[in-house]
């Protein structure tokens, strides 16, 4: 099993930018994709962005595409996600994700973002 450890995370005004980091405890190339996914009060944990590690391929939510950019650097072990003119509906508290080739996933314990004026 991995640790995955977030960080980044804060207070933003509408507009801003904040740029989120899960660091790995080992190799992430020893994992198959990687992503962040949110979760609100009281609202569904929904996937924002991944990345297949190996080949960098990336997908994004419609709510955040053109906005959000989901990065690797492997020689640092770590994963980023730079989110671009934020607004209060990104309010959440992010998870970052590592999913093996066989299919098992690691959480780490969030980072809260809050977009507030």
């Known amino acids: 099993q991995v640790q995955l450890v977030e960080s980044g995370g804060g207070l933003v005004q509408p507009g801003g930018s904040l740029r989120l980091s899960c660091a790995a405890s080992?190799?992430?190339?020893?994992?198959?994709?990687m992503g962040w996914y949110r979760q609100a009060p009281g609202k569904q944990r929904e996937l924002v962005a991944n990345?297949?590690?190996?080949?960098?391929?990336?997908f994004y939510a419609d709510s955040v595409k053109g906005r959000f950019t989901i990065s690797r650097d492997n020689a640092k072990n770590t994963v980023y996600l730079q989110m671009n003119s934020l607004k209060p509906e990104d309010t959440a508290v992010y998870y970052c994700?590592?999913?093996?080739?066989?299919?098992?996933?690691?959480w780490g314990q969030g980072t809260q973002v809050t977009v507030s004026s």
């Open positions: 990345i297949i590690i190996s080949r960098g391929s990336t």
């Open positions: 994700n590592a999913q093996t080739h066989y299919g098992s996933d690691n």
């Open positions: 080992g190799s992430i190339v020893s994992a198959y994709a």
